[in-house]
């Protein structure tokens, strides 16, 4: 941030006399701005794909009143629950209420900082951009326990329980997960794990055809982000047919709206590192997307990120719509019995290939044999 | 749980997750799958028979209060008077169709085929009087019942001067019967006369009244029964 | 999953699972006394929809009484329109034509095929796959079509008449019933495929709240739930009525195939295999329907001789018996209802001792009950 506000001061001679960290300062705002709008757009139009997913599936038009095909009713839902009354319960912590959707959405949020959008589009190029996701996220755990304790209702706080625990079993195989992404590439930097599967292989460059190993933790994040979102099969915090919509039964308006944007939030950071780390991220297949001009250069590298994750999303949904959800002890087990192991297993797998192969992966050895 | 055991669990839920995802694909991406009928504009065929609103034809009624009688949750009910045919005429017949649960007992025991089930099935009011279809017009009761008395005093008026003209006929030889006769013909003048007179003071005020709801009764009437829309109109007009 | 006696001391939670609640089938409440998420007492709570049907008979005819039978069990209407007509066609030793016994068993095993799909799909949305439960109401349109066209109405038919039913099959009706079969029989393997044998889905059922042969029958459950257990006890072929004896179909038994004999998943089986074979009664009716007339001719102030008669069938959700006493006048001097849904509350609190939250609401939909037959 501070080379590009450099630059700015440099190519606008107006903001010669400003000091360089109000520059600094000012650009970080806007930059956040945007990432703002972006995120809430996203989980705007999220929330009626999801929608027009699930009438898709279930062989039925999703909304398709407002606007042409529908598509302006999450403009019409995010009206409806701003104008809705504020309840709260009578005998709920009131401060803990209203503070809890905030940790929710800021977990979810924050996270934006170090997706890396573009060649250049990236709010943060954290050197420790994987640590400080997963710290992050953590944050929501904070939020669903104050949510269901503060409602004064026996549901949500059965439903806050189990996100509870849900969350924190699931840390652990996110994490294991993404290490093998890691470790090919030598940096927790996002922008570094994208650059290590450009090059000349193209599609093949990518993670997930780089070892057998990278390939299951493909499937093996997967899971368990699916398990981190609260996205049915695990979904349990907000069982709508068994809690009555768990942690945030009480809630309504735009506190609830919060909760909902943070979930769509939360599912494009998921496919965001999906992306990034497994599917080669903004890397064009042939093509180095840093020898355009820097406009083009980032509007080529930002769509192809986009329409990978967007494709993620998707995919999610669909997952979403097919499943059942498993009970909580069936789901702590699968976090415990088969996640855990299963993404130790795969990172000691990596570390031994890369250890054997010297860090190349089939694709790389395949293509060295002729030369 | 051995190795065999739990590998296995893992290979039968992957498994059996890409059979269900493989049905919801082929379901997301067909358009053929979408069964939505977009109501109001797209509207459903209704089938000959089915057990919409109720609509009575009061030409064809008879008041035999059949429907009356076997409704489960009495919403018909009607009024009738006797008229100068001995038939009953109807002077109103409301059916709350906000309690009718279209069973269709009703009409399945009318025995003139007057009261008859329409394709109706939208009615959104927002008050529960808007319910109660009138098939007669309110204020067209008293008219009817007025009408009716009048043509009854004159039946009974004709009656008695026929019954007199007979017991002036009926020659001196048969004394015992033609005296029975003569004095009921003579009870029944009795009895007729003093009608006229009691209604004499309605007739006049009640006889343009008669008029106007013989047009508001036929238009009920002409109303189609198989268009709700048609009925409806003619039997909102109150 | 047991309850450690020697871990930390905690404090029961009483939750209620209240009259609304998305999985309770209608308006059941349940009082929930819970260790955690593990489920000490749950102890139903019922009446909420009672509307004195038994008492509305004593003051209504015969014929009148017909459309509340649509009421007392809405999804399987017909079931409960016949078990009227039947009991008291019983009462008053009426002949009923044979063309109008075909056509019963055809709406009723119609019905029972719609019943269960909503049985299924709302099991499969209590379990948080919701997709199953649009593909079920979408084929239960389809039967509602069918009784459209037969009857005039979607939900509450009142198709059944004491003597018979009310009208004959229109032009075109027994071929659209075929047509409607040949669709739906591929259908059940569709299912199968997407969720009955899905991993998570049998883990949510099997082995949840098993309920053993002989308990099934003290506690005196019917249908469906008593066939899961085991036992092959079915009244359209051990006490036939109506033209039953006449149509070859299996009786579908749990057999324990994933988890224990007696466990939900079994319970859910059944009742897929039930509509498979109503399928096959429903073609053997339409071939065989004889010509001739719908209705019997019974007075219209129908006065049947003093006595009482108390008839069973088989409906969806178990077996309903009427127990109908008359005194001679044109309304019943009694009668009382006996319905499935009722009798299968008795083992509700000994099932779910012990088991999680989410299980509670398994059992509940695995016993496909309905709150107007449990308040009547």
Known sequence: METLAISLVNAVPLLAGVPLWTVTLLLMVAVAAVILVFALTFEGVGSLVLRKVAGDIQARIGPNRVGPNGMLQFLADGVKLVLKEDIIPANADRLLFKLAPYFVFVGSFAAFVVVPFGVGLIAADLNIGIYYVMAVTSLVVIGVLLAGWASNNKWALLGGMRAAAQIVSYEIPVGMALIPAVLIAGSLSLQDIVRSQGGLLGIFGWNLFHNPFTFFSFFLYFTAAQAETNQTPFDLPEAESELVSGYNVEYSGIRFGLFFLAEFGDMFIVAALLTACFLGGWNVPFFNAGTLPWIWGNLLSLGVFLTKTFTMVLVMMWVRWTLPRLRVDQLMRMSWKYLVPLTFVNLLGVSLWLLVFRGKGIPGMIASLFG | MGLKAYLNDIVEAVVTTAKGMRITARYGVDPKEEVTLQYPEERWEIPKGYRGFLHNDIKTCTACNMCVKVCPIDCISLESVRGADKKMVLCSYDINIGRCMYCGLCVEVCPVNSLLHTSGYEMASVARGELILHFIAAEDAPGIKARVARQVAEAAVKAAAQAAAKAAEVPSSGTAEAAKVAEAAKAEAAKAAPKPEAQAAEAPAAAKAAEVPSSGTAEAAKAPVVEPTVAKEGEKKE | ?376
């Not at chain 3, 919701?130 to 109401?137: D, K, S």
């Not at chain 3, 004491?162 to 075929?178: I, N, Q, R, Y």
């Not at chain 3, 195939?257 to 399928?279: A, H, K, P, Q, W």
């Open chain 3, 1 to 376: 999953m047991t309850i450690r006696t020697d871990a930390l001391p905690t404090q029961e939670m009483t939750i209620n699972m209240g009259p609304q609640h998305p999985s309770t089938h209608g308006v059941l409440r349940v009082i929930l006394t819970t260790d955690g998420e593990v489920v000490t007492r749950a102890v139903p709570d019922m009446g909420y929809l009672h509307r004195g049907l038994e008492k509305i008979g004593e003051r209504v005819t015969y014929a009148q009484y017909m459309p509340f039978t649509d009421r007392l069990d809405y999804l399987a209407a017909m079931n409960c329109n016949c078990a009227w007509a039947w009991t008291v066609e019983k009462l008053a030793k009426i002949e009923v034509p044979a063309r109008a016994e075909y056509l019963r068993v055809i709406v009723c095993e119609l019905n029972r095929i719609s019943s269960h799909l909503i049985a299924f799909g709302s099991y499969t949305a209590d379990m948080g796959a919701f997709t199953p439960f649009l593909y079920a109401i979408r084929e239960r349109e389809r039967v509602n079509d069918l009784f459209e066209m037969l009857c005039g109405n979607r939900l509450t038919y009142n198709y059944a008449r004491v003597g018979g039913v009310s009208g004959d099959a229109p032009p075109g009706f027994l071929e659209k019933t075929k047509e409607f079969l040949d669709y739906f029989e591929p259908k059940l393997d569709e299912y199968n495929n997407l969720i009955s044998y899905n991993k998570i889905f049998v883990h949510r059922l099997a082995n949840v709240a098993v309920i053993s042969a002989e308990e099934a029958v003290a506690y005196g459950l019917t249908g469906p739930n008593l066939r899961g257990s085991g036992v092959p006890f079915d009244l359209r072929k051990d006490e036939p009525y109506s033209v039953y004896p006449k149509f070859d179909f299996k009786v579908c038994v749990g057999t324990g195939e994933r988890g224990t004999l007696g466990d939900c998943f079994d319970r859910y089986m059944v009742r897929i295999n039930e509509m498979r074979e109503s399928v096959k009664i429903v073609r053997q009716a339409v071939a065989q329907i004889p010509d001739g007339p719908v209705r019997a001719k019974v007075p219209r102030l129908f006065k049947p001789p003093v006595g009482e008669a108390y008839f069973r069938s088989e409906c969806p959700r178990g077996e309903t018996g009427i127990y109908l006493i008359s005194d001679g006048t044109v309304n019943p001097l009694r009668l009382k209802i006996r319905t499935g849904s009722f009798v299968t509350m008795n083992i509700f609190e000994k099932v779910t001792r012990g088991l999680m939250i989410a299980d509670v609401v398994a059992v509940i939909g695995s016993f496909d009950i309905i709150l107007p037959e449990i308040d009547r």
